[in-house]
């Protein structure tokens, strides 16, 4: 499957299996604009990928795409924190 081939790809942030003209949809965020570009090239050189449509991003406003481990609560915060072995933070008190 393509989504296999191209997991590899530099700078690769999301691959999405996805219904319409194009099976997939890719977003690579690279650091400059020879990156991206080299990203797009290999996607050409992945066998089975026909057709690329690169749309290059101008700006843009991220919002709940990350997750952000500040929003638990100390109940969740402790109960992860049992798997991983580590300790907890220590807290400043003024």
Known sequence: MHRDRLRDLPHLQLLAQ???????????QAPSEAAGSEAIDRMFSVAGVRRVNALPALSALRRGITWDPRFLSGTERAELLKFTDAQPEATAVA
Do not use: F, K, T
Request: aromatic share 18%; no cysteine; hydrophobic share 45%.
């Open 18 to 28: 996805i219904s319409g003209n194009y099976p997939l949809y890719a977003v690579v």
